[in-house]
Structures are given as C-alpha cells and as structure tokens.
C-alpha cells in the first residue's frame, strides 16, 4: 500500500513542476529570428495558457532522439530530442503544447511536432531562460531556429 501512495505521489510532484514550468512560460509569442529566417517567412510560434497553440510557417517534422554519434558531441553525451524535419512544406494555423522536463516545449500539430529548448539563464544556477528559446534539427551539421519574444 505505502508503495502505490508513493507512484501517485510522485506523478502529483511531477505534474506541479510541470505546470510551474507551464504557468511560467505562457502566454508568449516568439518568432524567429530576423537573422535565421529566409526572406518572406518567419516562424512564430504562440502560447496560450491552456495548452492551446498557434503557429505560422512552421516546417512539418518530428521530434526524435539524437543517434549516438551526435549524443558523442554533447559535453554530457546524452541523447537530446531533436527536430527531424519531413520535407512537407510548412504549416500556419492551430496546435497545442506541453512541457517536455524543465528546459522543453513539444508544440504539435496535424501530423507534426516540434521541440523548443530553452536557453540557459543565471549565472551559477543555470535556469531556463524562455526569452530566446532555440529549436535544433537532427544531423551532425542540422539547422538551430532560434527565436526572439515579441513584446
């Protein structure tokens, strides 16, 4: 019995920090960096406090698992979720999102999903800095959108 009470509880400690994680990030709009885009399209990406989403020119693809050789150059060798884009096209119009861990944002939508990784904010505690979050395609030399909030 003391093991069940100590699963759920668990799962309600994991739940409030996701949803401390939540409140912090929503409502926001980003979009993507003047410096990254091609000329006449810019991704943006907004978030409602309900889980609701919006995007514009966002590319379909998939989130994955960095392969090992890539996990190789992270400095702590894990195998961090990654965008693996389909070559679909891209798409405008509505999603919803989720927190994906303290430094993680999957936006989903049609047949898609997209993983946001926050930027590293503090100087000794290192937290999440969701002002300028980064969004980095699989592959060895893969595309890192990175975005600006709009105010």
């Known amino acids: 019995m003391v093991l069940v009470v100590a699963v759920v509880a668990g799962a309600s400690l994991t739940s409030a920090k996701d949803h401390a994680v939540h409140d912090a990030v929503a409502p926001v709009e980003w979009r993507e960096a003047p ?82 990784r926050a930027g590293r904010g503090g100087s000794i505690l290192r937290d999440p800095d969701w002002s300028s979050p980064r969004m980095t395609a699989c592959g060895e030399n893969g595309k890192t959108w990175r975005f600006a909030r709009v105010d």
């Open 35 to 116: 410096d990254a885009a091609a000329p006449g399209s810019e991704m943006r990406i907004r978030l409602q406090r309900d889980g609701r989403a919006e995007v514009v020119d966002a590319p379909r693809g998939d989130v994955t698992r960095q392969d090992r050789d890539e996990a190789r150059q992270n400095r702590n060798g894990r195998r961090h979720l990654c965008f693996a884009p389909s070559g679909k096209g891209v798409y405008t119009g509505p999603a919803t999102w989720e927190v994906v861990g303290e430094w993680g944002i999957r936006v989903q939508f049609d047949d898609s999903s997209l993983i946001l």
